[in-house]
């Protein structure tokens, strides 16, 4: 049980410092290298694509409670302009990264002008934690691409900001 457990925080730790805000292929760093687990033999990369299909700027940023603070840190923010994109890498020791992998207690904010959403991992409604949610493009044996569009049926029966 304890082994899973260290796997696992090992697992959060490796996706958090994987994350980086473009999509090229990149060779993994020394520093991964270094801390890859013996039985595994490559890094597996998922990429996520945010398009704004809304004329609103969308903004987005993922938390994760694992650290016991009031309020629990920003782990990464970023804002679509309206027609805009943004890109997020995640790499995985053996295995293709959910989108913001940070575990059981990750959770997404995203606001868009008047109305925001929030999504916690492990609710059924948490698309934005589900890879299938997303379209997939492209990629090779160790890079996926996939991206989610933003349009205003997200925000329809979302909270209203006051």
Request: hydrophobic share 25%.
């Given at each position: 049980?304890?082994?899973?457990?260290?796997l696992f925080l090992l697992w959060a730790v490796l996706c958090t410092a994987a994350?980086?805000?473009?999509?090229?292929?990149?060779?993994?760093?020394?520093?991964?290298?270094?801390?890859?687990?013996?039985?595994v033999d490559y890094i597996c990369?998922?990429?996520?694509?945010?398009?704004?299909?809304?004329s609103e700027p969308v903004s987005v940023e993922f938390h994760s409670a694992q650290y016991d603070?009031?309020?629990?840190?920003?782990?990464?923010?970023f804002t679509v302009a309206a027609g805009g994109r943004h890109e997020i890498r995640f790499a995985?020791?053996?295995?293709?990264p959910e989108p913001f992998c940070l575990g059981?207690?990750?959770w997404v904010k995203v606001s868009q002008g008047e109305?925001?959403?929030?999504?916690?991992?492990?609710?059924?409604?948490?698309?934005?934690l589900d890879s299938t949610a997303y379209e997939r493009l492209?990629?090779?044996?160790?890079?996926?691409?996939?991206?989610?569009?933003?349009t205003d049926d997200d925000f329809a029966g979302a909270e209203i900001i006051d």
């Open positions: 049980m304890r082994t899973k457990r260290n994350l980086v805000v473009s999509c090229d292929k990149q060779p993994a760093s020394q520093e991964e290298e270094d801390e890859r687990p013996e039985y990369t998922s990429c996520y694509r945010y398009v704004n299909g809304t603070l009031t309020p629990p840190p920003v782990e990464e923010a995985g020791f053996g295995l293709f059981y207690d990750t109305r925001q959403f929030v999504q916690r991992a492990g609710e059924e409604t948490a698309f934005l492209e990629g090779d044996r160790l890079t996926r691409v996939y991206e989610y569009r933003f």
